[in-house]
């Protein structure tokens, strides 16, 4: 880790990657890129590389955990070693088991549990790369890769952070401003349904800074939400392609 | 708990929130009675015992010495654990923490961490080498509902009973002196967790509104009234409105609780 900067925003308001307070990070996103998996995704946002696959609704194992009434959701969230600076250990560390559990409570509203009792489904995410914003990044390839699934949805799920670096609420906040930084606001929302499924904070907020991070990042979901439809699209227009 | 007990249970919960009730007589907006007891672990560095109505929370504090992280070396370490003991629910079982435990040790965890409650600067013995490890082990001995509001008030009472152990240092080596001083805090933050009941937003839900419940918000709020951290959970959503209101809410419980706890 290098030494602070003295100021994360210059003063004209840019912020050290050249963005504006409420630009988001490139986004690249794929759908369909894994061939084994009923459905998949793959997200660059910025430097973060994540892949995620979902399968299912299938057979629930182990049995124990079979509900007679709805779909089960089991999420892994999961960071390569070599995602890092320094080498993470393989073996899931306490961040990994409560992001999985806050990833998986963020989709739930999504689906349709009780149209499938007795099935389950499960979402792997891989982060191969990380660079700030790794579970938001996460779960809007994980929606993508549900809905590449077949998986009925009331709508994608989509994620994104805002934050206070220095004295400024920003969008998309990466590494050096997660770690710098004031505060981080990861944010998941349904745009058609105007439903926020996760909210998580760290750092220190008022509540009016806190209001205008909530309408900043709901603002971003909507941006990439467009991204994501167009990535699911794609995929079907290069099969029709082929077919022709 | 069967489905259908519960879908029993939450058509006789809506019924009475329609009202303005809750099942065991509350208004929306109340918690229930909170009993503080601390220093009750004689070996502990510090400890507390909170009732939250019927829930019960043990934590104790131990002070240790250990190495600091690489990038803050001038700072002690804090270290947050939670236990859900086989003996305080019928679904709690034996074995390594789940997801719930390591949840709930999180969320207490980031409400001391981001208010800054310890001053950790003050926990350095040896820059880079030497620093007190504050470790932090919250014990659910009986789950009737809201245990991270429960653990994260029992946690705050805990690092106020904790005594730090007086030392100096001679030739480099750390001497261990008679007597003690008050763990040094800079912060006393409040947890307030909202639940969302088919859009009734209610404060400290008890188990039977837990298991019906779509999806809880948690506020730690820290003295100047700050929001230090947020922590959503459950299956259901919350709309930004809804969100702001149990913000509010928060806030004004918190008010309500400082007063009452004296913090």
Redesign the interface.
Known sequence: MNEKPEKLIDKKGIRLDGRKADELRPLKLQVGVLSNADGSAYIEHGKNKILAAAFGPREMHPKHLVQADRMVLRCRYHMAPFSVQERKSPAPSRREVELSKVIKECLEPALFLELYPRTGVDVFIEVLQADGGTRCASITAAALAIADAGVPMRDLVVACAAGKVDDTVVLDLYDAEDKLGVADVPVAYMPNLNAITLLQMDGILTSAELEKAITMATDGCKKIYEMQKEALKTKYMVVKEVEE | MS?LITKVRLKQIEQLLEKGKRLDERGLLDTREIKIEQGLIEKAEGSARVLLGKTEVLVGVKVETGEPFT?TPNEGVQTVNAELVPLASPNFEPGP?D??S??L??VVD?GI???KAIDTEKLCIQPGKQVFVVFIDVYVLNHDGNLIDASAMAAMAALMNTKMPNYEIKDGELKIKQGYTPLPLRSHPITVTVGKINNFLIVDPWLEEEQVMD?R?TFAI?DAG???????????????QQ??EA??IA?EKVVELRKKLNW
Not at chain 2, 231 to 240: E, L, M, N, V
């Open positions: 489905s990038d923490p997801e719930n390591i949840e040790a999180r980031r961490r981001e208010s999806s918000i820290n700050n929001i230090c951290a947020i922590q959503k959970g459950g299956s259901g959503y919350f709309t930004p969100i702001l913000m509010k806030q």
